[in-house]
DNA sequence: TCAAAAGTGTTAGAGGTACACCCATGG
DNA sequence: CCATGGGTGTACCTCTAACACTTTTGA
């Protein structure tokens, strides 16, 4: 079996959101170098036992403690010149966590894990910069044709948040009306009897989303569209 | 640089069109262990110093003698039993080509390449079969949002041809003129002066996609939508 | 009673879908 | 003149997009 060394790493994307209006995503502080001390995204050399998407939430759990709530896999990056130390390919992930999984419990090998807003991003290592700018054409994509951002909303959530969780991913005001319309034409959301009532103004009922309706409709050839 | 004997290949899934109806992959025949004498997709390892691209071109050249129109990358799979020989991740990609460039001259490592009907495929070695089945998925999605569908057809065209395409790999019956005035209406088609007559009946007009309007109107925010 | 956020319908226009006949050519 | 495939227009209906006031609560 002939080769040239090529190594193969995974690298995740984690999305969060803040309310009302800012898309996180979660870094590490490099401890080594090459890059030390800049930010990068989480990740690292996967074992060979293991499949690659155990890879990424291991490496995930042991760099920042968190638990992604959705994964798919994003792109392959694998240009000879990625990483000055050998040619290293790193099949990202793309994940999405939500709000109460927030919080960071970093272990073993990154000095700091921390939240940063997608539009305040720091210098980040390698090709990492290029990684989540795909990451957050995927989203912005993704959640027009597939009920994702209900992975970015705790699972008890009210019309308005997730009105403002859309008008942050897609970056355009939307019309509450239609927008309510829409979303409930497609029955996938169940409401509950209960409201919750923080800050001033009226309460807000809270809705469900029903993953397991989704999933049956989806075979059906049910689709979902903005 | 701790890591397992993790080895790493590209893998092409390569589309033709064959008029009317039928949709084609290349394949090429094992001859070597494991899975000799296996259909299997082309591909192999890439070398350390060429990009993935370049890997699966080269491959492609040197395994069945063609050269894509299209390409992109579709997926890469990992899963720690896929080769039976070692660890071995394969980024897969997905790749068109014009009929013209169907000919075949298969030179250093298939004893053979061959293009399959994509319903009557043999039996695949590997994971090849979920890799292509992915590519399918792909290539149906896709001819829907992007333009992509002209990559299987000759530079010069007629909408017939074009029609009996998106027919086969929709799976289902087009209106003829509700999909003349939407493609049309896109603006993005060239009409030449020139008919094809073959075979009986009325000489069809021939047009050419422009290929350099589409992506400037890309840049403006255009979007080609069935 | 005021401020703040939630909730609710209607209408005009665009776009999608369904549908059938004439045209140009070769044999 | 017949067979074969190419080319064309209209009407209905659905879905989208625009738009503003009332309700509920806490202070």
New binding site residues.
Partial sequence: MKQGHIFLTVDAVVFGYEAPDNLLILLIKRGVDPYKDFWALPGGFVKEEESLEEGVERELQEETGVQVDYLEQLYSFGAPDRDPRARIVSVSYFGLIKPKGLELKPSTDAAEAQWFRVNKLPELAFDHKLIIDKAISRLRAKITYEPIGFELLNEKF????L??LYTTLLGRPI????F???I??FGLLEQLDE???E????????FKFQMSKYKSYQKNGLYF??
């Fill in positions: 009210s019309f308005s948040e009105e403002n019309d509450r009306r239609n309510r319309k829409k409930l034409s409201q919750r009532k800050g001033p103004g009226r309460p807000a009922s809270l569209e903005l």
